[in-house]
């Protein structure tokens, strides 16, 4: 269940065979972890260098919306990711820069198993974090992203990383 970079992209078969025929020719050592109609799940060596090596597909290629490098994968549980999300903010994001929090997906309550309001999760993850919000010029991103693995179990992905590294191309898609 190790992935580290994920891509999201138009639905489609050619549009999964261009994703992965780009990571053929631009990184090497990839290995696909799953897929969804959307989403690819993807272990690489440094996902940050990844991005880098492929920004120069998401330019030529309109059915690429985000490569997002991960940082860590924790249950989807709110508590979980706001405990997670903290320790690597306050590692990584320095105390005189500011930062948002950005949730795409369904996180849940630990006690209850029911669903959490995405306003209330992103509230409990960012008062865990001792650090200046600014909700629209962030020096840095804390991006949570739920997904299904395997179509069954449900993961919460964080990433935290200045906004730059996160590719977006189409920010209204998947």
């Known amino acids: 269940m190790s992935f580290n ?7 489609g078969l050619d549009n999964y065979r261009f994703v992965i025929g780009s990571l053929r ?10 897929k969804g109609p959307c989403v690819i799940l ?8 990844a ?17 997002i490098p991960i940082d860590t994968i ?13 320790e690597l903010a306050l590692a990584r994001i320095p105390p005189d820069k500011t930062y948002r929090v950005t949730l795409h997906g369904r996180l ?5 198993r029911m669903p959490a309001h ?25 991006y949570v992203r739920s997904v299904k693995l395997y ?14 590294k996160i590719i977006v191309s189409k920010s209204e898609k998947p």
């Open 5 to 11: 970079l994920m891509i999201t992209h138009e639905p």
């Open 25 to 34: 020719s631009l990184i090497k050592d990839y290995q696909v972890i799953d």
């Open 42 to 49: 993807i272990k690489v060596p440094d996902p940050y260098q």
């Open 51 to 67: 991005i880098e090596n492929l920004r120069s597909i998401v330019k030529e290629a309109p059915m690429v919306y985000r490569v």
């Open 74 to 86: 924790v249950d989807p549980y709110v508590e979980d990711v706001a405990e997670q999300a903290s």
């Open 108 to 112: 849940y309550w630990r006690e209850t």
């Open 118 to 142: 995405s306003m209330d999760a992103i509230r409990v993850i960012a008062e865990k974090i001792d650090r200046q919000v600014s909700l629209t010029h962030p020096d840095y991103v804390v």
């Open 151 to 164: 179509h069954r179990r449900r993961y919460a992905t964080i990433t935290v990383t200045m906004p730059e």
